[in-house]
Structures are given as C-alpha cells and as structure tokens.
C-alpha cells in the first residue's frame, strides 16, 4: 500500500480537501437526490424514508435503560438492548434522508432532540463488545465512552455525515455537540492513546469497518492535516490487515453479508480518501481488491439468494450502491439487484444507506443473476448455476477448515437449490449471544456439524480448529458440471479412521429443469465403527418411501434415492430460532448404517427440480 510518507503529503497537499466541486460522495449528490424523487426504482426507498422520518417524529425516543445495557453480562441475550439502539439508528437515517428528500426543516427538532440523545448514551460501543465485568471495564485500556467498536465507530460516521449534508441548517449547539463527543469517543482515542485496539491488526469485517467508518469521520471533520494525516496513516495499516484475510481468489469466508459489512466500508473509506486527495491515494487499485469485488456473483444461487456457509444468511440484500461502485470501477457483471429498500439492513448503517441514494444505478436493477460455475480455489468452494425453466437450479459445496471467520465446523458441506430455495440447505448465522461466541459455540445447531449435511463418524461430530479441515484431490468445472473430491480425514477426531473421502457429482443438462448430484462417501477405519450416520439438513420435511427421501416446496423439489438395504432413515424436527429470532422448524434426516464395517461406502443419487415458485 502506501507509506507514512506519501500518505502525510497526499493529505497535506493544499490541493487536498474538499471543494465545491469535490466532496466525500464523489457525485453531484444533491442532483442525484432530486432524480431519486422521479425515478421509479427508488420509490420505495424513497416512501419508506419519508414514512421513517414521519414515525420518528411522532413517537417518542425509545430509552436505553441500565437493566437493557446489563442484560448481556448477566444473561448472555443481546436482542433486548440492540433493538432499541438500532431503532435510534433508523430514526436517524429517515429523519436526516426525510429533511433532504421534502427540503423542508418540520423534521429537524426531532432530529436534534435524537443527536442531542445518541450523544447522552453512556457509551455508542454494544454492551457484548465491551470487556466483561465493571471490574475488567474499568481496568481495560480505554474507557468506555472510548471503547471503539463496529457501531462506535459507525455512529461517530454516522454523525459526521449528518452534519456535512445538513451544513447551516442544525442549531450550532447541536453541531457543537456532535464535533465534542466524536472528538472524545473516537478521535482521541485513535491519536493520542498508545494502546491498539484488537480490530487495528483483525483480517476480517472488524478491521475494515471500525477503520472505514473511523477514517471517514475524521475526512469530513478533521481540519488539522497533520494530525489527519497521523490518524489516517495508522487506518490504512489497519486496512492492510483486512486484505490480509482474503486469498488471491477474493473469496469471502464469513459470506455474502460480512463481505457487505466489511468491503463496504473498505470501499466507502477508499473513494472518500481518493475523493480527498484528488487521486492520489487509491487503496482499490490492485488485483486483489478486484478479485473481492466479484464475490457476489460468484456467491450466488440464484436472484437475491447465496451460498450461506459459516454465518451467512441464504437471502441477502446487497447494497446496491456499493455493488454499483465496483461495477463501474472494475467493468463487473452483476448479480441481481433489488430495488433498494430503507429497511433492507436491521442496523441501519448509514454509509449503506447513503451510498445507496448516491450511487445506485437503476439500469443494473433488476437484471436476473446470470448461470455459470464459479470456483473460489483458496476458500475450496464450488458454485453452479444453471437456467431452468422456472429460475436457476444451483449446487454449491465446499471444503476448507474448521478454523474460518465466523466459522462453522462445516468441512465437505453442500447446497442443493432451485429457483430461490435452498432445499438441502446450510442454515447459516444463528442468534447471536455470548455463549454463541464463546466456549459453547458448536454446542449450538447452526454452529456445529451436527447442523450441516455431513456425517457422524463412530459418534463423533467435526470438531473446530485448523486442524480440522479438508484436502482437494480433484475438482473440475464446465458449464452445467461440477466434480469435487475433498479428503476430509482430518475433519473429524476419529483415531481409527484412516481415511475419509467425499465426492461431489453434479450435473445439469442444458435446456432442462432438472439436475442430478451422485455423492459418494468412502471410509476406511483400522477397526469397525460402532456406528456411522448420513445427515441431510432441510427446512422441509422430508417424505420417506423405501430407499427415497423426498424435499418438496413451491420453488421445487429435490429426492435423495440411496441403499434401503444397508441405511435406516430416522427424521429429527428440531424447533431453533434464525439470526434475528424468528423461529424456524430443522429437519434432520439421518441415514444409520445397519452394518457399519472397516470399508464403508455410501452413494446416494439426488434429483432436483425446478418448481413453479407458487
């Protein structure tokens, strides 16, 4: 990247800043927002917004109370406490977009009386992301209301951006506040506490977003150069660890949503800089920030759907004007692009949700996610999509370790989908509390293998760490076919297996609606198992028949045929509760071997097929 040096002098240069022509957007974004009231596309957006700001100004801010802000550390829960602060979060973004949007000021006492309380918090970091224990509070190197965390650092941006694009009409005590507590909380902190905090030298999402919306508040507040210069010159190495998490082929191991969160705001931070030092630096312009920038589209399944290892979530809204950006930028094809929507993100991050305004185009709208196979070598992840009648039929498989961001003990995991359904599915991020981050964390469902279509091997589940993991021994891509061999023996802690194998087999005939995956699963083991299970993961029951298993919805169906002779089927229906604690029903079919012996082989022969979607 770039050293101290062409950092203090880009950013020092009298050239650098912002004018009347060059501002943090990179856009006209006045004229952008005056087109966003005319064009068809955004009117929901734009509706939802209005009717934000609206709500915000009518009903009274809701409270964050010591009994919410303690409820993590004496319960684990986090639901309880983040609601509310995320509410204040919406409240700000539709009460600052509704005064641009109706160009009127009927929103800004509501919008001042919410500053005036965002900046009373005790601290912006989320109770889970502080130290635990008043005793470890108080002894930890920064105090609280300096503790930088994701959404520390994304309220400070938040606010820093409410005032450039609000300049002249907030009342000056409320533009004073907000430049005293950013100062406080966020600036100090960074230059002039010796002590680092953990995210500075993380590879993955914290790093990018922690530094990104940091270094943005600094661009659009900080008037001293030199001491812009010397914060942001201790970012951009924060910066450099975040690439660091990426492998030459881009891919993004915490999924689709992280990469979102994280190479969002790498992004945002990157333009903003380059736009304020006319050029000069320019964190994008490398291979490997291309490569992550087509993340999306190899992540893919099918129109608004992705792959959902680790804690990913199979449905994902991406921020249009951030996929927009990078389009443009490196001449990507895209995948499907929804309409954007004010409350498509439960957090309500600002930069989302500007960029989106500023930098959306609406031609790339709405376009269907195009087929192909995609590998992401380095992450030893498998994609295919193909065109059926009724939408896309997809298989996705994977291999790597135990040891990802996010991670799940996931090694030789695969998902069957069709036409915006994952049939045989990887279920993702499950709620978030303490112990799921904890030493607990693949007693949970989503977490650990008993959650994912791979086997038990002699009763033993995959156990987490890096030395659990797979080897690619062969794999080969053409369009509508995808053959994977992963050797899996390490995945599991298993002293008599000798070796472990599992072969994908998928394939999908042009011009069809059907595909077809052949598994294959070979074990040796020095002594005969006391037990062996095939498990299949599904949010839909399946229909058992002699040697068939049958998954069926709207969207389409998939029919595992396998030996009914050597395997009995037994179906678990487990009740658990996705990321946001909606509930959901787990189906769990279970595939016993009758007559567990030192040479195993399992085959089991998928069909799917695309439905109608009704």
């Not at 030459?248 to 969002?264: K, R, S």
């Not at 389409?556 to 909606?582: F, M, N, R």
Request: hydrophobic content about 40%.
């Amino acid at each position: 990247m770039y050293n101290f040096r062409e950092i203090r002098e880009a950013i020092c240069s009298e050239a650098a800043g912002w004018t009347a022509s060059r501002n943090p957007f990179g856009v006209d974004w006045k004229e952008k927002l005056r087109k966003l009231k005319t064009e068809k596309v955004f009117s929901g957006y734009v509706e939802e917004a209005t009717a934000e700001a609206k709500r915000a100004a009518d009903e009274p801010i809701g409270v964050l109370p010591f009994s919410l802000f303690h409820l993590f550390e004496k319960q684990g829960s986090r639901l309880e406490f983040e609601r509310p602060y995320f509410d204040r979060r919406g409240r700000l973004a539709g009460l600052v977009f509704g005064t641009l949007l109706a160009d009127a000021d009927e929103y800004l006492p509501a919008l001042e009386d919410l500053i005036w309380e965002i900046c009373n918090e005790f601290t912006w970091c989320l109770p889970a992301h502080l130290e635990q224990g008043l005793e470890k509070v108080t002894a930890f190197t920064h105090k609280p209301e300096a503790v930088i965390d994701l959404f520390a650092a994304e309220t400070a941006h938040s606010l820093a951006e409410t005032l450039y694009l609000l300049e002249g009409r907030l009342n000056p005590w409320i533009v004073h506040r907000v430049r005293t507590e950013i100062e406080k909380r966020t600036f100090r902190p960074l230059y002039e506490e010796p002590a680092r905090f953990r995210w500075e030298s993380q590879t993955h999402n914290w790093s990018a977003v922690c530094a990104g919306a940091a270094g943005m508040a600094l661009l659009l507040l900080e008037t001293d150069k030199e001491r812009l210069a010397g914060i942001i010159d201790r970012l951009v190495r924060t910066m450099e660890c975040y690439l660091e998490g990426f492998q030459p082929d881009g891919g993004c191991a915490e999924g689709i949503g992280y990469w979102v969160y994280g190479f969002g705001y790498y992004t945002y931070f990157a333009e903003m800089l380059e736009t304020y030092t006319g050029g000069k630096i320019r964190l994008l312009d490398n291979e490997k920030c291309r490569r992550i920038a087509e993340f999306p589209l190899a992540a893919a399944l099918s129109d608004g759907c992705f792959v959902s290892f680790s804690d990913a979530s199979d449905k994902s809204n991406l921020s249009a004007g951030l996929v927009a950006r990078l389009a443009e930028r490196f001449g990507l094809e895209v995948p499907y692009l929804p309409a954007p929507r004010f409350h498509s993100d439960h957090c309500y991050r600002f930069a989302h949700l500007s960029r989106n305004f500023f930098w959306s185009k609406a031609e790339l709208m709405g376009r269907h996610t195009p087929e192909g196979e995609w590998e992401l070598e380095d992450l030893q992840w498998v994609v295919s999509r193909r065109k059926a009648e009724n939408g896309l039929v997809s298989f996705s498989a994977k291999g790597g370790h135990n040891e990802e961001p996010h991670n799940h003990n996931d090694v030789g995991s695969f998902i069957i989908h069709a036409s915006g359904s994952s049939i045989l599915t990887d279920l993702g991020a499950g709620v978030y509390t303490k112990e799921y981050f904890g030493p607990k964390r693949y007693t949970f469902l989503h977490n650990s293998s008993r959650g994912h279509s791979v086997p038990v091997i002699d009763g033993q589940e995959q156990q987490g760490g890096r030395a659990y993991g797979a080897e690619v021994l062969e794999k080969s891509l053409c369009p509508g076919s995808v053959r994977l061999t992963l050797d899996a023996t390490t995945a599991y802690p298993v002293p008599h297996l000798r070796q472990y194998l599992r072969s994908f087999d998928w394939s999908f005939a042009p011009g069809g609606s059907k595909g077809k995956l052949l598994l294959t699963d070979r074990f040796s083991f020095g002594k005969a198992p006391a037990s062996l299970e095939e498990v299949f993961i599904s949010l839909e029951a399946p229909v058992l028949e002699e040697g068939i298993a049958t998954w069926k919805n709207g969207n389409g169906a998939v029919s595992l045929a396998y030996d009914a002779a050597a395997y009995a089927p037994e179906v678990e229906v487990i009740p658990t509760q996705a990321h946001q604690g909606e509930p959901i029903t787990v189906y769990r079919l279970v595939l016993k071997a009758l007559e567990p012996a030192a040479e195993l082989v399992f085959r089991g022969e998928f069909r799917v097929e695309a439905g109608s979607g009704e």
